[in-house]
């Protein structure tokens, strides 16, 4: 068997008196599109916070491409972070005053070096190629989240994470966006997680995990 990507046990985050995590036993495979789900305040966007690197865990351990993210220092879980996770939030959180083409530099920028041909390229492949010099405001909702997964694979992740990345999009929008999703990871084979409340979305995935109250209560295999 292979080395699971993200692999956790009995993981837990709390803020103060509140436990947002409750131990939690979690293997997701290398490649694997795992959708979470759960009402809110359940403890969604805290996993997605500690398994990307943008938060420490209180307890238990937390593994993600064979490193011990709770080993890691400040710097060593910036260089994580950077090299190996891409992040799409449901507020697009862009630049308003760079062009679209100038947001996925940046990205580059705080990776390595901009490069405008690579981030022309990407931006056609999420379909934006005559959007290049306009900004969010200019863009739909749908547009502007078609931005944000070009910043977010403009440096080749191995994990992408989506905290309700469809969350503000109408249906079409909303199913051009996971199809884009579906179709880079076919080509780039980065694993996936993805929090959503809407049990359509999830099911775009290969498998549900429902949290409730920080606890995972149940969890639904769709796809091997
Ligand atoms: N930085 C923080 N400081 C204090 N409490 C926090 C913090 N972040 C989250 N919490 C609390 O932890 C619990 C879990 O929050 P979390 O954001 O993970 O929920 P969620 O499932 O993502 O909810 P939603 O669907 O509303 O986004 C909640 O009770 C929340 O109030
Ligand atoms: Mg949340």
């Not at 062009?99 to 705080?110: C, G, I, K, R, T």
């Not at 990407?122 to 502007?144: D, F, I, M, T, Y």
């Amino acid at each position: 068997m292979t080395v699971p990507t993200i692999q956790t046990a009995g993981l837990t985050k709390g803020y103060g008196d509140i436990c947002a995590l409750k131990p939690l036993d979690l293997q997701v495979a290398e490649g694997e599109w795992l959708s979470v789900m759960g009402h809110s305040g359940s403890g969604k966007s805290t996993l997605m916070n500690l398994v990307g690197g943008l938060d420490r865990p209180s307890g238990g351990s937390l593994s993600v491409g064979g490193q011990d993210l709770s080993a890691l220092s400040e710097d060593g879980l910036a260089r994580f972070r950077r090299e190996f996770v891409g992040i799409i939030f449901q507020q697009h959180h862009l630049v308003p005053y760079l062009s679209a083409v100038e947001n996925v530099m940046l990205s580059q920028y705080f990776h390595s070096v901009p490069d405008e041909a690579e981030a022309r390229l990407a931006l056609e492949r999420v379909g934006l190629g005559h959007r290049l010099k306009n900004r969010p405001g200019e863009l739909s909702g749908g547009e502007q989240q078609r931005v944000c997964i070009a910043r977010a694979i403009i440096n080749s992740p191995k994990l992408l994470l989506g905290d309700e990345p469809t969350g503000n999009l109408d249906h079409k929008s909303t199913v051009m966006v996971l199809e884009l999703l579906k179709e880079l990871r076919a080509e780039d084979r980065f694993t996936v997680v993805l929090v959503t409340h809407n049990e359509e979305v999830a099911a775009w995935g290969d498998r549900t995990i429902y949290l409730d109250d920080g606890v995972l209560v149940r969890e639904e295999r769709l796809r091997s």
